[in-house]
């Protein structure tokens, strides 16, 4: 009995421990003092009913002091939808006090659609303040001589804040600024009168109206260096002789090997007329016994043919030996 008495006060201390824990979770009674010492009025319902709805109300009541200290008058309704919405409360809240202060005129209808397009609307509306240089990436491109010249630009913009939804960003006018510096190097008759004049690129570029469709407005477009690459004309020219080169090549190529194919067929043509000639000799003893037999050769008219043939035999063996000698002669 005196163990039941000793444990249910430790009980009850516990159970109103606990009590008082979830009461101060769900009443955060700091926050709700902090928001009418700073002539926020948020009543005890509303920060029960935020906890409830998953909301955490140091991230709306909070941004909500700050505006009202800055005389920026909201609705702690418009900040919970938004919260609930998935956008970022502080932020905008911050890019209104900032607009505010700049004299820019944005609301929160349309600082909240800027922060739920996934652009940082605080951002915007000092870049809109202060415009931001963005350096493009080295951009090359060739003059009409054709060597090549590498730009580097700095490009001044400023944020608009009425196209901020559904207008191109950064990346696009990057891209707008790239292309037309190609397009300006490659119009130059020599790379000489680029490097003489970097400012007629800044001036023939911002002449395009690049910053259409995109968020920003553009200031101004600044060449910062510009290099002299490679000759990429010469490079062209180049490869254009060494693939002429090899064309040539292989039309030599093709015309040797007809030359000994026909080298090959008129070889093969003479051994055949000289097969026509042997067997065209063979044919003499043959005619030369019909006329002995037929009484057209007699015995005088043979033994002067045979003389004739040894005669034109020695003649040839004596032709060709001389024909050696002068060449041993002309090799010495």
Same mark, same amino acid.
């Given at each position: ?145 054709? #060597?090549?010249? &590498?730009? +580097? *630009?700095? %490009?001044? $913009?400023?944020? =608009? @804040? ?55 407005? #553009?200031?101004? &477009?600044? +060449? *910062?260096? %510009?290099? $002299?690459?490679? =000759? @990429? ?65 007699? $015995? ?33």
């Amino acid at each position: 009995m005196e163990d039941m008495a000793f444990i249910f006060p430790v009980i009850l201390l516990a159970g109103a421990f606990i009590f008082f824990s979830i009461l101060l979770w769900a009443v955060p009674l700091r926050l709700w003092v902090e928001a009418n010492f700073s002539s926020v009025k948020v009543g005890i319902g509303s920060l029960i009913g935020m906890r409830l709805r998953k909301v955490s109300p140091p991230q709306i009541v909070r941004p909500l002091i700050t505006a009202t200290k800055a005389g920026i008058d909201l609705d702690i309704n418009e900040l919970e939808a938004h919260y609930l919405a998935g956008g970022r409360v502080d932020r905008v809240v911050g890019a209104l006090i900032s607009a505010d202060k700049a004299s820019i005129d944005l609301s929160f209808t349309q600082a909240a659609a800027i922060d739920l397009a996934g652009r940082d609307v605080l951002e915007a509306v000092q870049v809109s303040v202060i415009p931001k240089v963005i350096n493009t990436p080295k951009v090359a491109a060739m003059a009409k001589d054709g #060597i090549q010249l &590498i730009a +580097i *630009a700095r %490009v001044t $913009v400023r944020a =608009n @804040i009425d196209r901020l939804v559904g207008g191109a960003g950064e990346e696009t006018i990057l891209a707008r600024v790239g292309e037309g510096i190609v397009s300006t190097i490659g119009s130059a008759d020599t790379h000489a009168n680029v490097l003489e004049n970097p400012d007629a690129i800044s001036k023939m570029v911002l002449s395009k109206g690049l910053d259409s469709g995109t968020a920003f407005e #553009i200031l101004s &477009i600044d +060449i *910062a260096d %510009v290099d $002299v690459g490679k =000759n @990429i004309g010469a490079e062209l020219q180049t490869d254009q002789a060494e693939a002429d080169k090899r064309v040539a090549q292989a039309r030599a190529e093709e015309r040797r090997a007809m030359a000994v194919a026909k080298e090959q067929e008129m070889t093969a043509l003479v051994v055949e007329m000289k097969a026509e000639v042997v067997k065209a000799e063979a044919q003499v003893p043959l005619a030369l016994a019909d006329a002995f037999r037929e009484g057209h050769l007699g $015995v005088m008219d043979y033994m002067r043919y045979g003389n004739i043939e040894a005669d034109t035999a020695m003649r040839t063996s004596i032709a060709g030996q001389d024909d050696e000698t002068t060449s041993e002669t002309e090799t010495e």
